[in-house]
C-alpha cells in the first residue's frame, strides 16, 4: 500500500515563481509528517516537520486532515532550492515511510 | 552532522556473492534503518532495528537480513546479491520524542552497490 504519494516527479519553475511540491498520505491514525531534501553531493537531511509549524528557508507545509495532505510551498523560489524533496510520514514504532520524491530545478 | 558512518561507501560485485553493509552511530540513538534509494522509487525501507538485537522487516525486505548485536552497529547483509539489488543504501537513525530525542531521522552518506 502507497502510503505516501508524490505525484510529481519533477518540477521546474523559474527564480522568483512560487512553487509547491504536493503530498498525499495514507494513515488512519494520527500522523506525523516531514519533509526531507536532498541536495547536490550531500546528505538527506529534515527541512521541516508539521507539528513544528515552521519556515524553514522560506518553505511552509501544512497538514490538512481532510485531504490527507501535505504539500511543501514558497513563494518566491531561489535558485539554491534546486534538489531531491521527500516526503515522510511516522508510522508506529517509529518506523517512517518515504514517498519517490520531487526533484526542484529552479532555473535562473 | 549527525554521527554516522556507512561502509563501504561503493562496491562492486558480481551476482551470487554475499555482501554485507555496515552502519555505524556515535550517538546512541535507539532506532536505526536502512533504505535503499532507486530513480522512480524513492526511498524505500529494507530492514529497521528497535533496539539491540530487536529488528523488524520493512516495504521490501525480500533477499536481505540485518543484524544488531551492539547500539552503534546495523549490518545489512545480501546473502547472495542479484541485479535488482544494485541501488544506493542509506542507514538512518533516530531518537523517538518520548525520550529527549526530536524524532527525526539523521542519515549517513550512502552506499552505492553494484551487482553485475
Known amino acids: 500500500a502507497q502510503r505516501v504519494t508524490q505525484p510529481e516527479k519533477l518540477l521546474s519553475v523559474f527564480k522568483g515563481a512560487p512553487v509547491e511540491l504536493k503530498c498525499n498520505y495514507s494513515?488512519?491514525?494520527?500522523?506525523?509528517l516531514f519533509w526531507y531534501v536532498q541536495y547536490s553531493r550531500q546528505r538527506l537531511q529534515l527541512l521541516l516537520r508539521h507539528i513544528s509549524r515552521e519556515s524553514i528557508k522560506g518553505f511552509t507545509a501544512d497538514l490538512n486532515k481532510g485531504e490527507t495532505s501535505f504539500h511543501l510551498k514558497k513563494p518566491f523560489a531561489q535558485e539554491e532550492d534546486s534538489a531531491m524533496y521527500y516526503c515522510?510520514?511516522?508510522?508506529?514504532?517509529?518506523?517512517?515511510?518515504f514517498g519517490s520524491g520531487t526533484k526542484l530545478n529552479v532555473k535562473p | 552532522d549527525a554521527g554516522i558512518t556507512q561502509s563501504p561507501r561503493h562496491k562492486v560485485t558480481e551476482t551470487g556473492t554475499p555482501v554485507t553493509l555496515r552502519c555505524h552511530q556515535t550517538e546512541n540513538h535507539r532506532y536505526m534503518y536502512w533504505y535503499r534509494q532507486d530513480p522512480g522509487h524513492g526511498l524505500r525501507l529494507i530492514h529497521y532495528?528497535?533496539?539491540?538485537?530487536?529488528?523488524d522487516k520493512g516495504e521490501v525486505s525480500d533477499g536481505y537480513s540485518v543484524s544488531r548485536s551492539k547500539t552503534e552497529d546495523f549490518l545489512l547483509t545480501l546473502e547472495s546479491a542479484t541485479s535488482s539489488q544494485t541501488s544506493v543504501y542509506f542507514c538512518?537513525?533516530?531518537?523517538?520524542?518520548?525520550?529527549?530525542?526530536?524524532?527525526?531521522?539523521?542519515f549517513g552518506e550512502g552506499s552505492r552497490l553494484t551487482v553485475l
Open positions: 538512518a537513525i533516530s531518537e523517538s520524542t518520548s525520550t529527549s530525542g526530536t524524532g527525526e531521522l539523521f
Open positions: 515522510a510520514i511516522k508510522y508506529n514504532f517509529n518506523k517512517f515511510y
Open positions: 532495528s528497535y533496539g539491540v538485537k530487536d529488528t
Open positions: 494513515y488512519s491514525g494520527s500522523p506525523e
